[in-house]
């Protein structure tokens, strides 16, 4: 699938960078093949899965996103008829966002795919060392949140 890479590079920041970005472009690529459905907008339906009828804002700080891109990002995800939008009962200019009955199913659906990549990631590490790759990316998630 990849090239092999140098083990003796120790450029933490730099392959962190690129496993993230290769990572993720293979994941939105099978999420959007065998789903339709790129894998931000199942990020969103996990979210909405939990948090069905949140704010805009937010699903917003759960994805990390700014205001705008999670605006685009649920304007696409209601032409795609996974949620619908509504305005907010208590402030007129907020909209409180619903899951579709599409948009559970996919959920459903990118849970299994999700599980079957977290697989695949794991696979080659024994025991002890997925529990150091969760400490440490654990560290760095509670370190610079």
């Known amino acids: 699938m990849l090239n092999q890479t140098n083990s003796s590079d120790k450029r933490l920041f730099y392959k962190l960078n690129i496993s ?3 990572l993720l472009k293979y994941v939105d ?17 996990f979210y909405l899965m939990k948090n069905d009828g949140c704010l805009l804002k937010e699903l917003s700080a759960a994805l990390m996103q700014n205001k705008s891109a999670t605006t685009t ?3 696409r995800m209601e032409k795609n008829g996974l949620i619908v939008k509504k305005n907010s009962e208590t402030d007129g200019r907020a909209l409180n966002l619903f899951l579709t009955d599409k948009g559970r199913d996919i959920s459903n659906q990118a849970q299994s795919l999700m599980t079957e990549f977290n697989r695949e990631l794991l696979e080659p590490f024994s ?4 529990k150091i790759i969760h400490g440490f ?4 998630i509670e370190t610079y949140r």
């Open 127 to 130: 025991k002890t060392e997925i």
């Open 29 to 45: 690529r099978e999420s959007t093949n065998k789903l339709d459905v790129p894998v931000i907008q199942t990020a969103a339906l």
């Open 20 to 22: 993230q970005r290769l």
């Open 137 to 140: 990316l654990n560290t760095i």
């Open 73 to 75: 990002l649920a304007e």
